[in-house]
Nanobody
Framework: QVQLVESGGGLVQPGGSLRLSCAAS????????MGWYRQAPGKQRELVAT???????NYGDSVKGRFTISREHAKDTVFLQMNSLKLEDTAVYYC??????????????WGQGTQVTVSS
């Protein structure tokens, strides 16, 4: 099957930076969109950023100008560079990918989530 494994979360002070990574593995034929979502306690999961296979990106309004999404096709990996972090960026960050795999199968997959905590 297919797995998404995230890494790079942690504790950072306001104004600091973190870089998240998410690697897809398994019987992957191709990957369409990849992206990051986040969920803070008591809130709904929200879009952080997505990137298409052609490199077109989309960002949530709250992170525009501070976060940058990128991907490395050869390694089926997506990254999220987070700069100028704010207290309100604290959340569990989830990787998402739309993947074609196996014999003409396709679907959305999610990582297990990685905690990002912004605190002084």
């Amino acid at each position: 099957q297919v797995q998404l494994v995230e890494s790079g979360g942690g504790l950072v002070q306001p104004g600091g930076s973190l870089r998240l990574s998410c690697a897809a593995s398994g019987s992957i034929f191709s990957i369409n969109n990849m992206g990051w979502y986040r969920q803070a306690p008591g809130k709904q999961r929200e879009l952080v950023a997505t990137i298409r296979s052609d490199g077109i990106t989309n960002y949530g309004d709250s992170v525009k100008g501070r976060f940058t999404i990128s991907r490395e096709h050869a390694k089926d990996t997506v990254f999220l560079q987070m700069n100028s972090l704010k207290l309100e960026d604290t959340a569990v960050y989830y990787c998402n990918a739309n993947i074609n795999y196996g014999l003409r199968l396709g679907g959305d997959f999610w990582g297990q989530g990685t905690q990002v905590t912004v605190s002084s």
